[in-house]
């Protein structure tokens, strides 16, 4: 039989505690943090003092102008983060199953299987549960990563880099994703045969910004083939501003394979004739393995993992 006789307890630890915590964190300063929290500056104080006390650290350094987390503090306001997000989230599946509905999931991706994986996904799930809501961010894998780690999205379809901290994740790899070169349709080089990098070399180019994985593999790509990668570039990562800038130009865009065909098949753009070696790792699927998935996380999460099946061939269990 367990004893529950777990340190918080001991130490009676308070919710306006991790409140405080994570006040100070944003606030940076105690009397600020105090007014947030709707208490007076010795409560705030005293709050912080026990927590310190009982863990027998400094949470804060006390500053002449502000109070700045220690590394200790660090680690106690990213689970402070974490347990609330998750009383957040019992809260929202409270209400929710007390109004009839199913649940609630939230999912981020990058922009590839936000094109090609989520949608089937998402229409499988509310054919199923018309009741249950779903928030979904497409947006970077560091950005969704930190969101999964704050307890505001439950799986992430993403990658992983060797800078990330695999501690308390589990990934489950899905498929590589290779890159294409697009333009306007009706382009010159559209029609082109036997396309080489030195015919593109030329060209105005819509490319990653500076640092990122894709844009260090593009210019490698050109420089791997003895050529200095193009100059005459404009960098961003809009879709938007990408595909409306084909449009009323000449220039040359580097794109995920999935998203150009997607956009093709609208025929928004043309994709080249043109080897593109310079592919990205592979992303698959990313939970966090110090949390147990909600019924609504894991009603999803099966169905990601059967549209996987259907997408890119991969069997997951």
Known sequence: ?????????????????????????????????????????????KLLKDLEDVLEVSLFDRLPRGMRPTWYGETMIRHARMALASL??????????????????????????????????????????????????????????????????????????????KSHLRYESLTEEMVCAITRPGHPLAGMSGLTLRDVLAAGWIVPSAGSVLRHRFDLMFQQDGLAPPINIVETSSLLFTTRMLQQSDMVAVLATDVAHYYAAHGMVTVLPLAMPCHMDAFGLITRTDRLLSPAAKVMMKALKQVSMVQYGRQLD
Do not use: C
Not at 94 to 120: C, D, E, M, R, Y
Not at 152 to 162: E, P, Q, S, T, Y
């Open 1 to 45: 039989m367990s004893t529950y006789n777990h340190w918080f307890i001991r130490a009676r630890l308070k919710t306006r505690q991790l409140l405080l915590l994570v006040a100070l964190a944003e606030e940076g300063n105690i009397h600020r943090a105090a007014q947030v929290l709707s208490m007076t500056q010795p409560a705030a104080s």
């Open 88 to 165: 957040n989230q019992a809260h929202d599946e409270l209400n929710a199953l007390k109004t009839g509905h199913f649940g609630q999931v939230g999912i981020g991706a990058i922009t590839s299987p936000g094109l090609t994986l989520l949608p089937a996904a998402v229409a499988q799930v509310k054919q199923e549960h018309p009741s249950l809501r779903i928030s979904l961010d497409i947006e970077t894998s560091p950005v969704l990563l930190d969101r999964l780690d704050q307890g505001k999205l439950d799986i992430v379809v993403g990658r992983l880099f060797a800078e990330h901290d």
